[in-house]
């Protein structure tokens, strides 16, 4: 087994990327054998997870000790170096553009949820747009989604990032789009707003949303948006998983013009709760506005700006080690065997569809041929109540 740091050491003993010339990239197309698991997850961490100063391990105790927890690189390095590396292969699993992975310009990173990263995003581009058009207009951002796009947008937007909570439009959809968000109807939308006085700041488009896995068309969009400097975020929690399979990957088309991209691990890829996983083209933005480095939280490695340190890129500034989770469901599983996975999920969802076509109480209500989940609704022969029908929608996910 290879260490790259050892756990007495120190810095000197930890080199910024090292990592990378320890473990196999990209992820095998089949998984490794069982047996070797152990030795894997001792190559992954390279004994650097057990790093900490003194003080640190002082301050946070047994959770520290375990390297469960870091806030800095020197706390812990192989948790972000390995994260990075992990980060990259999932990234190229789906195909990503180079400029959203650190082999480009950008980079990765897991968190714990939409709410919490969208956050992120969201005051990225709202202090990117402030610096432009001037602090004293914070009152006038937009933020845009459509009726479909999952509430934690609308939760990071008005509850934590400010906006205030009439700037939020949810965009109506409809089933000649298939659910999708129009880009006439973003286009409408952004135009009034400007002529309104306002400043259109964030489009969350979504590839599966959670109702009826709609997918808006990114490309038209993102032409859109980028028209009116829009950021642009695509929230593909659930669906994104599937689109590592090669007939799945154009439900993705049009990523390369967005700003930032995320896909829950822990929804569809075998990976437990927490582990969602955020790209970023432009990573000095979102620094910019989430960097904290106090005094205590100083070192050489930092100062020398050849390691990142992720607290950077979250609220928090502890955080786990969620890398190592994904890192064995990638490594036991390996690409192939992953996309079989998902594919076995889809088939179930086509056969269960079937059932359901056939039988007269129930009505599809969005046809999807796509993914594993399937929307569709009892029919009553009387007319129902509200409530009645939010009761019988079934979304078989
Ligand atoms: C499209 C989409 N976005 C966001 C979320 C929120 O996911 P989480 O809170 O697990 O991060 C969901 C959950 O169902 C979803 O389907």
Redesign the pocket.
Known sequence: MKRLWSVTGGAAAGRHGGLRKVVPLPPEREGRERERHGVDGQEASGGGICRLEFEETRRNGEQGRRGEGTKRWISSPAATELEKIVMDWVGEMLQLPKEFLFSGNGGGVLQ????EAIFCTLISARDQTLSRIGRENMKKLVVYGSKQT?R?LQKAARLIAGIHPYNFRAIETSKSTSFGLSPDSLRSSICANIEAGLGPLLLCA?V???STTAIDPLGSLSEVANTYGVWVHI?????GCACICPEFRHFMDGVEAANSFNL?A??WFLTT??C?CLWVKDLGALIKSLSTTPEFLRNKATDSREVMNYKDWQITLSRRFRALKLWFVLRSNGVANLRDFLRSHIKMAKLFEGLVEVDKRFEIVATRYWFASRCCHQQWERKLTQMEKLMTVIVIT
Request: include cysteine; aromatic fraction near 14%.
């Open positions: 714990g949820t939409t709410c999952h934690a979504t599966g949303t959670t929230d593909a929690a659930y669906a829950n822990h929804k709760f927490d969602y």
